[in-house]
């Protein structure tokens, strides 16, 4: 079992940058892929970011590619969203979510995903 907790979301101008945290407890969090997802209120929740088991690969939308970074630190339990140059359409509540490091889904899809945050609020003003 893997909780998740998101923190880091706020309010921020256009242009400007957030960093997003997510602790997560259980002992299997080394051995999970990590990825973050968001959902635009009348939206279907998207895919953002993924980094893998051993941090040695990282996935990105291409909305969000070479804006944000997703990284994770194993010895603190926790994965990271930096985002930087935020636009308004990146308003969306942003979840983290792990799976098992053998899933055989699409790391890309929500639907690999068998633990899930509460999610963290984000609101880029223009």
């Known amino acids: 079992q893997v909780h998740l907790v998101e923190s880091g979301g706020g309010l921020v101008q256009a242009g400007g940058s957030l960093r997003l945290s997510c602790a997560a407890s259980?002992?299997?969090?080394?051995?999970?892929?990590l990825a973050w997802f968001r959902q635009a209120p009348g939206k279907e929740r998207e895919f953002v970011a993924a980094?893998?088991?051993?941090?040695?690969?990282?996935y990105y939308a291409g909305s969000v590619k070479g804006r944000f970074t997703i990284s994770r630190d194993n010895a603190k339990n926790t994965v990271y969203l930096q985002m930087n140059s935020l636009k308004p359409e990146d308003t969306a509540v942003y979840y983290c979510?792990?799976?098992?490091?053998?899933?055989?889904?699409?790391?890309?899809?929500?639907?690999?995903?068998?633990?899930w945050g509460q999610g963290t609020q984000v609101t880029v003003s223009s």
């Open positions: 979510a792990a799976r098992g490091a053998s899933s055989s889904r699409p790391i890309l899809s929500q639907y690999a995903y068998e633990y």
């Open positions: 259980g002992r299997t969090f080394s051995v999970c892929d």
């Open positions: 980094v893998t088991q051993s941090g040695g690969s990282t």
